[in-house]
């Protein structure tokens, strides 16, 4: 998206003027335009130099956002965003007030209530017309960009605001003139009567108060439209600009400009971390709340990544950059949030579909009035007064700013919760979810393989099983093995040399401690080498239930029901206990999970894992479905399938989410998470917590909720004002409306919506108490297809989809409908555009076991995917053409496991 700054826009109508311009334009796929920040953003094929030209020809000036600037660099301020506008108008309103005070002195203080006047204009009707013509006259002068705007827009025909504004002042001016001149010739006729006559219609002070009002309400707007912006300034100014870089072994200051990927920088106590990198030397707790929103500091050390614009609270750290400029992280946050400034919520359509015919529709309503007024007998200066009070009153501005100011602010708070929505449209779609999918691994569980359980066998010592197993598991790198190490370090085990170390393939690992043979391994491998004993018999001390103890088989069992992988380990041929591992969820996942629900939405679990660990995972999270066995590829099906009962966000954090991100209605990625992902997402979550995905819910709520409070406003405003100044309401109620009054209404009312969007400033993201439930008719699992279709056949399903997904509808289902029959022949499958093959794999424990193999074959060229089953050791292969049995098999045996040949 290509960004512009626009100038010379006052209202709703010329947006829509500038939108209908370069719309038009050949190779433009969208354009939307910011009344709010004088910006827009454009999609499409077209050149720069023809919108630009397209938009000057609509009477309004443009130009191109510098490249390293709002949605590019965050080293630089973009001065687009300081507030120019209000200073202006400071100076335009003490200039008018000033001069407003004298006027009004002498045709409402002296005319109303006989204050005293000067000699030279006492009795001297004349003088004094004179008098308030050349100060009207100064005030219309000061206040001439009104009549600027107004009357261009009026030559190229598409009228906005400021032409109501000039026609209303200038028609009470120029009659005003009229009825000095009419009263020069009644004074030289001697007509007394006419004299005064003439002196009640003057309208001077109508034309400059009219003008003088307008302009506070436009100053009370630009100052609380400045507000809306402040989050983004306010990350715009976090960015150094600066930076202490190694050059030699010297330290050397330099602009922020001249950091290079690779260049190693120095960070000291209290210092600003300029670009993103990896800490090289030295350990450091960060702050990292200017893009999280956590207030809590970060440990970190050797290997750890650091942000752009985040604060080095204590230690010294040296750093390499990785991503510079408009690559760093604080840069990709501003673009995300100019970006969905520059675009539209499809709810802004109702108010642009009516600002862009409001103000000639008003200013055919103002000439009606005016005939109408004077067909009944009333005088030429009352049928103009109530004309005038028609131009004044209404107000499209308040119709163009109601929907993107409260995106903004809501924009805004969340950026300063480390929430961010992509686009306007996402902001307004995120609070209509109504089922809500989250990935397990990495989003509702830690993604980290920890130890839960420790559980010597009766008459050992837990210390003498960690220390066996901590001397084992120190010589893998399975993930297993990296928990179990971890776990030892923390509760400082002793750590022994093992000889004659051993990786056993699909069953575990040995070696000699203190010369005896110790072994680690799943259930199966140890269960063959235990001295006469069987599982049944051997006593585990019990973590379960108030009893002594249990057996080995039913603490096995109980651990497995949990969601835990048990590891045994034993000492020759006797087993001394069992460490349990798992991949624990998040501590707020239970608390976001309940808030989710307490919203009326339906929480769905996906993953990959078996149903026995994922129920396990399921009910520790407390979700109301979960999906197990769900093939990487199967989850976007599943999101299909999710999408027929309603709005969906997928929440996720993985490459392998990505297909499902996207699919969804709205995809949410875990701030933690890949690249990939964060990329295919709307919503980006920086703190990783499914706690901000019910923030992002509230947010987006209270943001609709504000735009229809605020477009019911605007438009209850116009209904009634205008009708009211039109002098509609003289017959039945004695209601009429003066010119000021008006002007005074129209200025206050842009001001009002602005100051109500303000107000989402104060919405606590976090707070869960006020929560409406949103009605939801979704109260029963939903993967339950009409023809009792299963999780496994959804992931089939989307697996047959993507090899036909090229052709049309009719072959697509009838290949899908033969490939679910039970009669397919070999050759009907060897006809398929992929080539799908089985493998036998020893050595997978676990489902990163399965990642890693799965990582390992599909690097080979010509695989497609691998599915592996830790369960049934086998691997699934997909081909796109013929791949060497030797090639797949050295893969696996790199990746540490046993090829067993072909299924």
């Known amino acids: 998206m290509e960004q512009y700054n626009v100038t010379g826009m006052s209202c709703a109508a010329c947006q829509a003027r500038v939108e209908k311009a370069v719309n038009a334009i050949d190779g433009v796929e969208s354009c939307a335009v910011s009344l709010l920040t004088n910006s827009m953003g454009v999609e499409g094929s077209a050149s720069s130099e023809e919108i630009i030209k397209a938009v000057e020809a609509a009477g309004y000036g443009a130009s191109l956002k510098k490249a390293g600037k709002v949605a590019a660099s965050a080293a630089n301020y973009d001065d687009s965003l300081k507030d120019t506008e209000t200073p202006v108008l400071k100076k335009r309103l003490i200039a008018s007030v000033i001069l407003l005070i004298p006027l009004m002195y002498v045709s409402m203080g002296h005319m109303l209530w006989n204050w005293p006047l000067p000699t030279f204009l006492d009795g001297n009707h004349v003088a004094m017309g004179i008098y308030e013509l050349l100060i009207a006259g100064f005030i219309m002068v000061i206040n001439q960009k009104f009549f600027i705007s107004g009357f261009k827009g009026l030559i190229h025909r598409f009228p906005n605001m400021d032409t109501l504004v000039a026609l209303g002042a200038t028609a009470s001016y120029a009659y005003s003139v009229y009825a000095l001149f009419a009263m020069t010739g009644a004074v030289m006729n001697g007509a007394t009567d006419k004299v005064m006559y003439f002196?009640?219609?003057?309208?001077?002070?109508?034309?400059?108060?009219?003008?003088?009002?307008?302009?506070?309400?436009?100053?009370?707007e630009a100052r609380s439209k400045g507000k809306t912006t402040d989050a983004l300034k306010s990350l715009m100014k976090l960015a150094p600009k600066t930076a202490v870089i190694l050059e030699g072994g010297e330290e050397k200051t330099v602009s922020i400009e001249e950091v290079a990927v690779g260049d190693r920088f120095v960070v000291r106590p209290g210092d600003s971390i300029p670009v993103d990198g990896i800490v090289k030397e030295g350990a450091s707790a960060v702050n990292e709340s200017a893009l999280t929103g956590e207030s809590v500091p970060v440990e970190k050390q050797i290997g750890d990544k650091v942000s752009a614009a985040t604060i080095n609270t204590s230690g010294?750290?040296?750093?390499?950059?990785?991503?510079?400029?408009?690559?760093?992280?604080?840069?990709?946050?501003?673009?995300?949030?100019?970006?969905?400034?520059?675009?539209?919520?499809?709810?802004?359509?109702?108010?642009?579909?009516?600002?862009?015919?409001?103000?000639?529709?008003?200013?055919?309503?103002?000439?009606?009035?005016?005939?109408?007024?004077?067909?009944?007998?009333?005088?030429?200066?009352?049928?103009?007064?109530?004309?005038?009070?028609?131009?004044?009153?209404?107000?499209?501005?308040?119709?163009?700013?109601?929907?993107?100011?409260?995106?903004?602010?809501?924009?805004?708070?969340?950026a300063r919760n480390g929430i961010l929505f992509k686009t306007a449209a996402v902001q307004e779609l995120t609070g209509k979810t109504q089922i809500v999918a989250l990935d397990k691994t990495g989003t509702i569980t830690t993604g980290i393989m920890q130890v839960t359980d420790l559980l010597p066998v009766e008459g050992a010592l837990e210390k003498d099983l960690l220390t066996a197993a901590y001397a084992l598991e120190a010589k893998s790198e399975h993930p297993i093995s990296k928990a179990i190490v971890e776990y030892a370090k923390e509760k400082m085990a002793e750590l022994k040399d093992v000889a004659e170390f051993e990786a056993l393939p699909g069953n575990g690992l040995k070696g000699k401690l203190d010369g005896v043979t110790i072994t680690g391994g799943n259930t199966k491998f140890i269960s063959g080498i235990l001295d006469n004993q069987k599982l049944t018999q051997i006593i585990v001390k019990n973590t379960y239930a108030n009893t002594d103890g249990v057996s080995a088989s039913s603490c096995i069992d109980q651990l497995a029901s949990q969601g835990k992988t048990p590891v045994l380990f034993t000492e020759g041929n006797n087993l001394i206990g069992i460490i349990a591992v798992a991949d624990t969820i998040k501590e707020d996942t239970p608390q976001a999970v309940s808030e989710l629900k307490n919203m009326g939405i339906h929480v769905v679990m996906l993953t990959g894992d078996n149903e026995i660990t994922a129920r396990a995972i399921a009910d520790q999270a407390g979700v109301d479905e979960v999906v197990a066995g769900v093939l990487p590829d199967g989850k976007e099906a599943v999101i299909r399938k999710l999408m027929e009962k309603g709005k969906v966000a997928m929440v996720g954090d993985g490459i392998n989410d990505a297909p499902a991100l996207t699919r969804a209605d709205v995809g949410i990625a875990i701030g933690a998470g890949t690249d990939i992902a964060i990329d295919t997402a709307d919503v980006v979550l920086m703190k990783s917590s499914i706690s901000d995905v019910a923030a992002a819910i509230r947010i987006s709520r209270a943001t609709i909720k504000n735009i229809h409070e605020n477009l019911f406003w605007a438009f209850f405003y116009n209904v009634i004002g205008i009708p009211l100044a039109a002098g509609c309401y003289v017959a039945a109620f004695g209601w009429t409306l003066n010119p000021m009054f008006g002007a005074a209404a129209m200025g206050l009312s842009s001001f009002c919506v602005v100051s109500n969007a303000l107000r989402l400033n104060w919405l606590k993201v976090h707070d869960g108490t006020k929560d409406k439930t949103v009605k939801n008719p979704i109260n029963y699992r939903i993967i339950q297809s009409d023809n009792n279709q299963t999780d496994k056949d959804i992931n089939d399903k989307d697996v047959k989809d993507r090899d036909i997904k090229d052709r049309d509808i009719k072959e697509k289902e009838t290949k899908e409908k033969d490939i679910k029959g039970k009669d397919i022949n070999e050759k009907e499958i060897k006809e398929k555009e992929n080539k799908e093959m089985k493998i036998k794999v020893n050595g997978m424990m676990c489902a990163h076991c399965e990642a890693h193999v799965k990582k390992a074959l599909e690097a080979i060229d010509g695989i497609e995917t691998a599915v592996a089953s830790h369960e049934e050791n086998l691997v699934t292969i997909t081909n796109s053409k013929d791949v060497d049995e030797e090639l797949i098999k050295a893969a696996v045996t790199e990746a540490g496991y046993e090829y067993a040949g072909i299924a």
Do not use: H
């Open 199 to 220: 002196m009640d219609q003057f309208y001077y002070e109508s034309a400059a108060t009219i003008l003088t009002l307008i302009t506070v309400g436009k100053t009370l």
């Open 316 to 414: 010294y750290m040296v750093c390499e950059a990785t991503r510079v400029g408009e690559d760093t992280t604080l840069a990709g946050i501003i673009r995300m949030v100019s970006d969905a400034a520059a675009t539209k919520a499809p709810i802004a359509k109702i108010a642009d579909r009516v600002s862009g015919v409001f103000v000639p529709t008003v200013i055919g309503i103002s000439l009606v009035t005016f005939i109408v007024w004077l067909l009944v007998g009333q005088t030429f200066g009352y049928a103009m007064a109530r004309a005038v009070s028609v131009l004044v009153i209404s107000c499209p501005c308040a119709l163009g700013l109601a929907t993107p100011v409260a995106i903004m602010v809501g924009n805004g708070v969340g």
